[in-house]
C-alpha cells in the first residue's frame, strides 16, 4: 500500500514538473516571439517615419519648385515684353536689331552646334560691310559635338573659324568692329593685313560659342 502511494506521488511529480516544463518552454516562446515582433514593428515605424519624412520633403521642394515657376513665367513675360529691345531694336520688328528679348538671347549663344549656320551669318556680316569673301572655314565638329545637346551644368563651347577678304582698310575696320559689338561674342585671335588703304587682304582668325541645353535631371529616390 505504501509503495503504490509513493509512485502516486511520484507521478505526479513527474506530470507537475512536465507541466512546468511546458509553461516554460511557451513562456519562452511567447517572449522570443514577442521580441522579434517588437523589434519588426519598430523598424516597420522607422521605416515609415523616413517615408514621411522624405514625402514631407517632397513636398515641400514641389511647393519650392512651383513657386520659382511661377516667378520665372513673370519674370520672362515681363522681359519679352518690352517696347524696345535690349540692343534698341523693334521686339515685333524684322531688321537687324529687331527681334523680342528671347530671340535675342538665343541668337547671342545657340544652344546646338550649327557650324553651316554660323558660317552663312559670318558671310552676312562680311557681305554688309562692302568687303569680298576669299574664303570661311573651319572644323566642322558637328559629330563629336552631337553627344554634347544637353547638360546639367552646361559651359559654353568655342567654334573656332578663320576668314580671309579683300575690301579697303576702313571696310576691314568695321568688319572687326561689328563682330566685336555683335551679340553673339566673337573673339578675335589674329589678325594679318597686307596691301594698301584701298586694296587690303585681310586674314582674321577667332572663335564664337554656343551653350548646350540644360536639363532638369529630375530624379526619383528609393527611401530604404
Not at 511520484?10 to 513562456?27: E, F, M, S
Request: charged share 20%.
Amino acid at each position: 500500500m505504501a509503495k503504490t502511494q509513493s509512485l502516486t506521488k511520484r507521478n505526479l511529480i513527474t506530470q507537475a514538473n512536465k507541466r512546468i516544463v511546458t509553461a516554460t518552454a511557451v513562456a519562452a516562446f511567447v517572449v522570443v516571439f514577442s521580441l522579434f515582433a517588437a523589434k519588426s514593428l519598430i523598424s516597420q515605424a522607422a521605416y515609415q517615419n523616413k517615408v514621411i519624412s522624405g514625402k514631407k520633403k517632397a513636398v515641400a521642394q514641389l511647393k519650392a519648385d512651383l513657386n520659382a515657376r511661377d516667378d520665372l513665367v513673370t519674370s520672362y513675360k515681363a522681359f519679352v515684353s518690352t517696347q524696345q529691345n535690349i540692343i534698341g531694336g523693334n521686339p515685333t520688328g524684322t531688321g537687324a536689331k529687331d527681334g523680342d528679348n528671347a530671340k535675342i538671347i538665343l541668337d547671342a549663344l545657340p544652344s546646338k552646334y550649327d557650324f553651316p549656320a554660323l558660317t552663312t551669318s559670318l558671310e552676312k556680316i562680311i557681305n554688309d560691310q562692302g568687303l569680298q569673301i576669299t574664303s570661311i572655314s573651319g572644323t566642322d565638329d558637328e559629330i563629336a559635338q552631337s553627344a554634347n545637346q544637353s547638360s546639367s551644368s552646361p559651359q559654353p563651347v568655342a567654334m573656332p573659324f578663320q576668314i580671309q577678304v579683300n575690301g579697303s582698310y576702313a571696310s576691314v575696320q568695321n568688319l572687326i568692329s561689328v563682330l566685336d559689338r555683335s551679340i553673339r561674342p566673337f573673339q578675335i585671335k589674329s589678325v594679318e593685313l597686307t596691301g594698301n588703304d584701298s586694296s587690303m587682304v585681310a586674314s582674321i582668325s577667332g572663335q564664337t560659342y554656343y551653350q548646350p541645353e540644360k536639363n532638369l535631371n529630375i530624379k526619383t529616390e528609393v527611401v530604404k
